[in-house]
């Protein structure tokens, strides 16, 4: 071997990219050449040098703090980019209206009549429910079922999620970022359920597959 | 009117507990391809946002890394259009901020200051560099990603790298060669 082909091939020497055969001839030139050898060494010196330069660390509790001022200001108002990718999302609003929760206590009532919702394939929607309440609650235990081939975005595989929140007296908005298979069935219904130490309500929605986009798409 | 939250807390900790492994990872790069610790955390910042407000689920992803990796980099190429800054690699400061980093209870202060001189020179060699032989170099000989990876986070075909890695350690050698005695201190550092 030559030692201009040594050092051509040296890059691929240094990182052991070569075919056994050529490795095994790189070092058997290395073995022999004087020039060569020290070639070899200045670059693996270089490397190592190179490996030192260490970036500073961040500030100070840098990696915990982004995550919360993250996941804490990403809905903010006032960020335009932001605010334009939710525009484009949101492609649905259905208000489901219906009083939750009244007096009599270990009730079970189901809600209004069920409402479909149509929903373009593969792609998240955002769909809000309007869940009135007459008067202010605390501790609702809030379970939504999913059918087959629906998903909420961000939660794959998950086909019921329950969590507990409070309910003001009025409207309180629940925006469901809804994700829908090609494959669903006719009338799949998604559930949600509130219960309540007051009372339980269930309300059930249809989903089907939109056939063209929304109307009321933004 | 009211909002009910989804999943509020939730969500986040999910979030923080895809994300937060990678954070050192995505910081390193995000500061290689800057050359500033601020602008580094700027970039990480303004990724997790849109990936939070997008919603994001990593599990979803074959690589989750190679995948932020690759937006991290598109996202610095539009940050830099934007902005019109350029990578503050060899600024006097930053060159401070790396060498600080040299262990202070050392040993043998000799060699360190010699390692010390050694970076600075090799810093001054990076500076020289275009931008991409620069940043290749720093993501391969330094992070030690591979080719491959590189090849998707860069979008660049694997040739095209290895010629560019080639050229630029080529170039890196002969100015460490003409400025550096590396090879009477060879048998001191170990990789």
Redesign the interface.
């Known amino acids: 071997m030559h030692c201009n082909q040594f050092q051509q091939q040296l890059d691929d020497y240094l990182d052991g990219s070569l075919p056994a055969a050529q490795d095994a001839a790189l070092g058997q030139h290395l073995a022999q050449c004087a020039a060569c050898h020290g070639a070899y060494h200045q670059a693996l010196l270089l490397q190592a040098t190179l490996r030192q330069l260490a970036p500073p660390p961040p500030s100070a509790n840098f990696y915990p703090q982004v995550l919360q001022r993250v996941t804490g200001r990403a809905s903010r108002p006032g960020q335009n980019w932001l605010k334009g990718a939710l525009a484009a999302s949101v492609l649905m609003v259905m208000l489901l209206s219906g009083y939750v929760l009244q007096q009599a206590p270990h009730t079970s009532e189901t809600g209004p009549a069920a409402v479909t919702i149509a929903l373009l394939p593969e792609q998240s929607q955002t769909v809000q429910l309007a869940f009135n309440s007459n008067k202010a609650l605390t501790e609702v235990a809030l379970t939504l079922t999913l059918p087959e081939h629906v998903e909420i975005a961000g939660f794959p595989g998950q086909r019921q999620l329950s969590w507990t929140t409070d309910l003001a007296q009025g409207p309180n908005m629940l925006r469901l970022p809804l994700v829908i298979g090609r494959d669903v069935s006719p009338g799949a219904e998604l559930v949600a359920q509130l219960n309540h130490a007051s009372g339980n309500k269930t309300f059930r929605i249809q989903t089907r597959v939109a056939q063209t986009p929304s109307p009321h798409s933004t | ?7 509020a ?4 900790r ?3 507990a895809q ?2 492994p990678l ?2 990872v995505l ?2 790069y995000a ?2 391809l800057t050359g500033a ?1 601020a602008d ?2 700027d970039l ?2 303004d990724l ?3 990936l ?6 990593t ?2 992803l074959d690589n989750p890394q190679t995948w932020l990796l690759k937006v991290l980099y598109r996202q610095y190429i539009d940050w830099q259009r934007k902005s019109r800054r350029t990578p503050t690699l060899l600024a006097e400061d930053n060159a401070s ?2 060498l ?2 040299l262990p202070a209870h050392d040993p043998v202060p000799e060699q360190h200051l010699h ?1 010390a001189q ?2 600075r020179q ?2 001054q060699g990076l500076a020289q560099l275009n931008e991409q032989q620069r940043i290749l ?2 993501l391969h ?2 992070e ?1 990603f591979s ?1 491959t990876e590189l090849q998707e986070v860069l979008d660049a075909p694997l040739g095209t790298l ?1 010629s560019r ?2 050229r630029g ?1 080529q170039q ?2 002969e100015i ?2 003409h400025d550096g005695e ?2 009477a ?2 048998d001191r ?3």
Request: proline share 4%; charged share 30%.
């Open positions: 009117m009211s909002i009910i939250p989804l999943f807390g939730s969500r986040a999910r979030f923080e994300l937060r954070l050192p910081y390193r500061y290689r610790r580094a955390e990480v910042q997790l946002l849109r939070y407000e997008k919603e994001l689920d599990s979803r901020e790396i600080a980093q390692q050694l970076q090799l810093l170099i720093l000989d330094v030690g080719l290895k890695l080639h350690r890196l050698r460490f060669q590396p090879s201190h060879s550092v170990t990789g």
